[in-house]
């Protein structure tokens, strides 16, 4: 990995729903092994451009190129429904929110983290489910809840399910829309804890999207605020965090409780 | 709705479809006749499922959307298998329908009743004789020649639909050749039950390129249907889709290296006329735990009875009492 080439480029992105604004000229770069977070009130376009960078949603205009894994600049535009999909489960992994979202829920745990794994053409059971333990013992689910449903497991062990699902076939990229959502305090830390050492131990990129600005302060190196569907200010997480230019930021950054 | 007391409406098209039958063995003197166009389709409808049906042999295991029609019979009888039989039937063909393997069990009787009515074509029960076998969830045991066609109902054509619901989504899937998801069931059943606990409409690969389901025969069939010699048609009524598998053509099961797709195996053989190695149905002969196993092929199993093959439950030998 070169940490000069560009993995991910975004040229003026813009998505309208109906006569309604998404997001609007967001470009940005991301290198390999780089932290963005994104982060805005709800409804500043966050997760619309998410959808974006991640081909969930295609754009009103603009365009979004990605280096694959044989080092070539493609359009994501231009692959094809084969290319995407396994671009998306074999490159890239997309932590969401909801873990119901991301997990197959009526599937035991083996299954979710191995799924990835056949759809590539792993075809030894034994195989599987010895990649499977390796990839819960890292997230820190014990190998004997592997015939485990999702169902049976905590919110926390949920998202660390999904996170073990898509690091299973060394992506180079993932997204996360509020990957901490929804959880209490010092699950959020575990979890955060367990995200940032992953992060730093595979060398992944990551789009984090997150409206909790200690999230972003402490797992992304870079950051862009977004309001109206525009980003509005973008640096070095801790520079922007310590020093807020713009008016908004200013009041986002104000905003956060004092422990 | 009432099950007990028929509405006068029903009754009344019973009691027309009754007529019919008559009319059509014998008209009684001063009625009109009522006169089945051949084989109860009409002749369009019937170039429209051959077209489906060319269509599916063309592209082996892929699902053909057809014009579905209604059928004298309820989704879930045979409508789509007796569609498909109805557009390739000529008036030289010799007809047989198993039901489960059987020819004398209610669907087998019916349809094969419902085709003699309106077709007039000879039947059978003899699998070697038949030209066109129509099937409910089995493939005969005796080997099937060149130039037969086994014809398939079906009740859900889609292997991927308990895994995804989505139609949209499936064809996709087809389209991609995106098939981890099949293996993602195999390997919960290996993980609940330590091994492959799927035993009848087990999904296979059909020429290398869609997985499909071959309709809910026992897995114990699927070998027969790689490389037959026979034509083998899908038709899926309700679901309104045919699918095909052209003679000789690879049918590979769906499996793990470490957990190959076996079949299943039957401690004893037929109780009637002692054959190994086929499907056997369990019969319960009382309610004290007595039971046997007989071949679920009632003709192959005749066919060796009369051929002087005997089982330990066969009737009239004379010995054979305790």
């Not at chain 2, 298998?81 to 004398?104: C, R």
């Amino acid at each position: 990995m070169t940490g000069d080439a560009p993995l991910l480029v975004a040229d003026k992105l813009t998505r309208y729903y109906g006569a309604r604004l998404g997001c609007r000229d967001v470009s940005l770069t991301l290198h390999p092994g780089e932290v963005l977070a994104i982060v805005g009130e709800s409804g500043s376009g966050k997760s619309t451009l998410l959808g974006l960078l991640s081909t969930e949603l295609a754009p009103s205009a603009g365009r979004v190129s990605y280096r694959m894994r044989d080092g070539e600049m493609r359009d994501l535009a231009d692959l094809s429904e084969g290319e995407r999909r396994l671009l998306l489960r074999t490159d890239w992994g997309f932590v969401r929110q909801h873990a119901e979202q991301g997990l197959r829920m009526a599937v035991s745990a083996g299954g979710n983290v191995g799924e990835r794994l056949m759809a590539v053409g792993w075809r030894n059971y034994a195989g599987i489910r010895e990649e499977a333990i390796d990839w819960l013992g890292r997230v820190e689910i014990q190998a004997d809840r592997i015939d485990d449903d999702p169902r049976a497991f905590s919110g926390g062990m949920r998202q660390r399910l999904q996170i073990a699902r898509n690091l299973v076939t060394r992506p180079r990229l993932v997204f996360m829309d509020e990957p901490t959502g929804g959880l209490d305090v010092s699950v959020q830390a575990r979890l955060l804890d367990l995200i940032r050492s992953l992060v730093a131990d595979l060398g992944l990129a990551v789009v984090i999207v997150t409206h909790d600005l200690a999230v972003a302060r402490l797992l992304s190196h870079r950051i862009m605020v977004m309001k109206d569907g525009a980003v509005i200010e973008e640096g070095l997480t801790d520079q922007v965090l310590d020093d807020p230019r713009e008016p908004y930021t200013q009041l986002l950054v104000s905003s956060v409780l004092a422990a | 709705m009432n099950a007990q007391t028929p509405t006068p409406q029903a009754e009344s098209r019973q009691a027309e479809a009754r007529q019919a039958e008559t009319r059509q063995a014998k008209t009684p003197a001063g009625m009109p006749a009522i006169t089945y166009n051949f084989a109860y389709l009409d002749e369009q409808t019937k170039r429209m499922i051959r077209r489906a049906i060319l269509k599916a042999i063309a592209i082996p295991g892929y699902q053909v959307p057809f014009a579905s029609r209604e059928m004298p019979m309820p989704y879930g009888w045979g409508t789509g298998g007796v569609q498909v039989t109805a557009a390739i039937l000529g008036p030289d063909d010799v007809l047989k329908v198993i039901d489960q393997g059987s020819d004398d069990t209610t669907n087998a009787v019916a349809i094969r009743g419902f085709f003699e009515t309106t077709a007039g074509v000879a039947t059978t029960t003899r699998t070697q004789d038949a030209t066109i076998i129509q099937t409910r969830h089995r493939i005969p045991e005796g080997a099937l020649q060149a130039g037969q066609v086994l014809v398939y109902q079906v009740p859900i054509p889609e292997p991927l639909r308990f895994l995804e619901p989505r139609e949209t989504e499936t064809r996709k899937l087809h389209g991609l050749a995106d098939y981890g998801l099949m293996h993602v069931k195999l390997y919960e059943d290996i993980a609940r039950h330590g091994h492959i606990a799927t035993t009848y409409a087990y999904p296979v690969e059909v020429a290398g390129r869609y997985v499909m389901d071959p309709s809910p025969i026992p897995k114990f069939d699927n070998p027969k249907m790689d490389d037959s010699p026979a034509l083998q048609l899908f038709g899926a009524g309700r679901e309104k889709r045919i699918y095909a598998i052209p003679p000789h053509t690879k049918v590979v099961p769906l499996d793990f290296e470490d957990h190959p797709f076996r079949v299943q195996h039957f401690a004893k053989p037929c109780a009637l006329c002692g054959a190994h190695g086929v499907y056997l149905d369990e019969v319960i002969l009382d309610d004290r735990g007595g039971r046997m196993f007989v071949c679920s092929d009632t003709d192959y199993c005749n066919t060796r009875q009369a051929e002087g093959h005997t089982g330990e439950m066969s009737a009239p030998a004379p010995e054979a009492a305790e």
